[in-house]
């Protein structure tokens, strides 16, 4: 938008003095008056001329200085108060005269993230009665009577614990000679919740490759000692050897194909991939262990496949890890139940499908948008208890007094089943109880139609 004012008075004021200037010269040429009188009239003309220029450009100068005047304050901030409201991390001024006095000290000024975080009213008030804590107020001291910048940690008190840094900053003096600092917290229960995690996965993935690794340091001891000229011990251990070295394996496995997951899970996989071929492969895989243990398994795949957007080796990883769970916790004789459904909604993908039991939704699709291709495996083993439910998922959780058989697993399966349904954008949800066998279902956003092949003659036009 111009805010130049319109060059106001000017053209009429020169059509203006033109024709007052002609109908002067028109008079002079017929004798109408004489030279002097003409002179007389041009220059009372020419006077007025002048004046009324000099008048339109005073009213275009005004006209100016008022737009530039109106440009300005659209461009001046809202009053700091209100900005201050705004922010989302919490503020406080604080104002104090005497050191030896905490009573002096006033919050005069608090925004509304910091009396939700406090919960104190909209006003002023005593910084110790919103503040407790013997750091911050150290901090805050800092600030106020030694002009020093100070922080502090803060912990909030109650059930849902969150953790925050205070920063305290000196703001000088007031006008009435009180002295000021302002007082922000930023929230770091993430940050803290993350790195505790790390510190935890850390430590549990030590001690998983430790137990295996010490065993096998036992024996190879073992077979140089005592066992060295007993032949059958040697076998025997050399048997166990094994085992130990391939749990390592598996946990190695498992653990770099979690972190290349987590790596990538930010990225939606773009392939088309049909969920019920790779459901096959999987049981084919499986088909000769299943045999040997006498387990039943029970395949319902629609005939048309049932193609998601996905990465086939990753949803590989995931038939594979829940057929694996539900025959390792299946009696032998016992049937699995496999089966893929496609065009479900997404409450229709997470609908139960267990009449017995609790259900837990272990993770749900962000932005809900079907239609979903639903994995579901169905065993009747065990169980688990409802209270265990919500740990399924976490790294190296394995439920305690269960009989897993011989292949005892990492407890890392099913977080590589989540991480892995999280980034399809899909779901995943469990429904057992104890005696009750167990179901999971994993649902995945279904691949749209595929799109119908350009007649040809628009093809020629595009190329
Ligand atoms: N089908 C199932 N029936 C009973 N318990 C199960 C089943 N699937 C998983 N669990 C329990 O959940 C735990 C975690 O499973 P998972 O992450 O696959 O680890 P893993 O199979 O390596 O032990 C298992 O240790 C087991 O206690
Ligand atoms: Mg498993």
Redo the contacts with the bound molecule.
Sequence with gaps: MSLRAPRAGRGPTFAAAAAGLAVVAVLAAADRIDAAEAILAAAFVAFVTVIALMTAQRAVERHEAFLSVTAERANEPPPYPTLINALPDPVLVISATEPDDLTSRRYIFANSAARDLLRIELGEGLLVSAIRDPHVLHAVDEALFHGQDAEAVYETPGVQERILRAYARPLGLALDGRRLAILVFRDETEFHRVERTRVDFLANASHELRTPLASLSGFIETLRGHAKEDPGARERFLGIMQTQAERMRRLIDDLLSLSRIELNEHIAPSERVDLAAAVMDVVDAVAPLAHERGVTLDTKLPLRGALVIGDRDQLVQVVQ?LV???L??SADGGVVRIAVEAGLSAEGAAAPRQPEGARLALLTPDLPQGPYAALTVR?E????AREKLPR?TERF???EG?K?GER????????IVKHIANRHRGGLAVE?GEGRG?T?TAYFPQAPAAAKAAPPAAVAKLS
């Design positions: 890890n694996d769970n539900a390792k916790y065993d083993g065990p169980g688990i399924l959780y394995r439920v269960q897993s005892s697993g990492t407890g890392l399966g099913l977080a057992s167990t999971f």
